[in-house]
């Protein structure tokens, strides 16, 4: 009999009864009010005066206001550069401990994003908050005795002057509590490894030595390391080598994409589980089973607004045109796209975090995020989204029987001065390019309207390119940081599908 699983099943189920949602309004409000008072005397605070707008009659309208919208560029250059350089009391009161650095391939170099100790525990918070939840999945007392495989960035944080630094996978799992410790896996040791290749080895050749029940990390990298450990083992399955996993944490991007492929390591069904960890917080987590939706945390340090995810509001380079309506929490709208803006306690204000959402139930606050402002596609006004890529590709998989776990795209001007949506698809399908490019363009066109008028327009057609499903990790691997994971991106400007194309010959040079 599982006693201590029992036991922990049991204050789980307890707290459930115990802890009651918050009134989302109320802890908004009561979240931006404490963020501003505890932030009104730094430079940031003086600057956009917080005593006043704590003392209106309207806080969040005062605040929305009185402070203007901030991506990473505009709020490093002008206030966070200032905490790289020493200074202190700047966006958020004394000096960060540490800096996540951003997984993305976007730009030369990565983002340095304040983390504060209030950010480790808001973090912390919403982990409790996601094991509190696994109360509504119908799992077996046994299995809150199983190992938890956490596959993020290496936990051997870089140390920088007075602060540390490392992706936010890895200064949460250095900062995992005592009581959680003999749970994770794979372990102290391991996680540190700073080359991903090695620690992927060395995950591989001690897997039996483990008695793992949850997968939890980037669906990409999860899928590569999985597909390692059944290949080390020579087995048919991962359940071969973990016959109790029965959950997986995803997290960092859709799940949809990688399902079919996912599902296709495993020997029996597990439950799926979405939670939003980004490099500025723990946003949302799944709390429903019979939904696919995310919840959000909305009485942890996080205060959310959302403007309309509208072609008009939206520059070139993915930030917010001036005159971008925000849209309060209590009038948003269901199955409406939005971008999403976070302030928080390691003094984000007003930010764009790069995602798009819409709220799938508005009575419970669940969401599901549709995918990047910069993915957004619409060079010759196709206005493109992630989500309409995703179902798109979904489509293919279902009408095809195949598996497309990767793709990218690019519009592209070719011979012929006509432009092009010029894809280039993961998979090891035997139906023509031509074949999958006439589905792919119909399938947008039935869902998208605008996609619809351009394809009649500026919008010649489209373009398929089949390769290797490995293409896409070896790509990424190629550009990321020494011990950390890097994100796919879905849509690229035609001088990094350039270089990505190069990349392609290469590699399939290489292995011809």
Avoid: C
Wanted: glycine share 6%.
């Amino acid at each position: 009999m599982a006693i201590r699983g029992s036991i922990i099943k049991s204050l789980i189920d307890l707290r459930g009864t115990i802890v009651s949602e918050p009134d989302a309004f109320k802890a908004q409000k009561e979240v931006l009010t404490n963020l501003l008072e505890k932030a009104k005397n730094t430079s940031f605070g003086k600057f956009y005066g917080f005593s006043q707008i704590l003392e209106a009659e309207d806080i969040e309208k005062a605040f929305a206001e009185k402070v203007p919208y901030f991506d990473y560029k505009t709020l490093n250059d002008r206030w966070w550069s200032q905490i790289h350089e020493g200074a202190e009391d700047i966006t958020w009161p004394g000096k960060p401990h540490y800096f996540a650095l951003s997984s993305g391939t976007t730009g030369k170099s990565s983002k340095r994003i304040p983390v504060t100790d209030e950010m480790v525990e808001s973090i912390r918070n919403a982990g409790i908050k996601q094991v509190g939840a696994l109360a509504n999945f119908d799992l077996e007392p046994e299995f809150f005795e199983k190992g938890i495989m956490m596959l993020g960035s290496s936990t051997d944080l870089q140390h920088e002057g007075d602060h540390e630094e490392g992706e936010i996978s890895g200064i949460s799992a250095s900062n995992i509590p005592f009581w959680f410790r003999s749970y994770y896996k794979p372990g102290e040791e391991i996680s540190k490894i700073e080359d991903w290749d090695e620690r992927v080895e060395r995950i591989a050749e001690n897997a039996k030595n483990w008695d793992i029940g949850a997968l939890s990390g980037i669906p990409s990298w999860m899928e590569l390391m999985l597909k390692k450990v059944i290949e080390y083992h020579n087995v048919d399955n991962i359940h071969e080598i973990w016959p109790n996993l029965q959950v997986y944490a995803s997290g960092g991007v859709a799940f949809e994409p990688y399902q079919k492929s996912f599902m296709a390591l495993m020997g029996k069904p597990i439950k799926v589980i979405d939670t939003y960890l980004a490099s500025e917080g723990f946003l949302a987590l799944q709390s429903n089973p019979d939904s696919k939706s995310m919840k959000l945390i909305l009485d942890n340090g996080i205060y959310f607004e959302f403007v309309p995810f509208e072609p008009e509001y939206i520059n070139q380079d993915g930030s917010l045109t001036e005159d971008a309506p925000t849209i309060p929490l209590a009038d948003v709208e269901e199955e409406k796209e939005y971008v999403l803006l976070i302030s928080t306690v390691a003094g984000a204000w007003r930010y764009i975090i790069g995602d798009t959402i819409k709220f799938t139930d508005k009575e419970n606050f669940e969401i599901r995020i549709t995918g990047r402002t910069k993915f957004f596609l619409n060079v010759v006004g196709s206005q493109l989204s992630v989500n309409k890529m995703n179902d798109a590709v979904q489509e293919l998989e279902e009408k095809f029987d195949i598996k497309i776990p990767e793709f990218t795209i690019a519009a592209k001007r070719f011979e012929d001065g006509e432009f092009y949506h010029s894809w280039y698809l993961g998979t090891t399908a035997d139906n023509s390019n031509e074949q999958l490019a006439e589905a792919l363009d119909e399938s947008l066109k039935n869902a998208n309207k605008n996609y619809g008028v351009a394809r009649s327009k500026a919008l010649k057609g489209v373009k398929v390119t089949k390769v290797p499903p490995e293409i896409f990790p070896e790509w990424s691997g190629a550009n990321k940081k020494k011990g950390g994971q890097v994100k796919m991106e879905k849509v690229m400007n035609e001088e990094k599908f350039a270089e990505f194309e190069k990349f392609v010959q290469k590699q399939l040079k290489e292995k011809s």
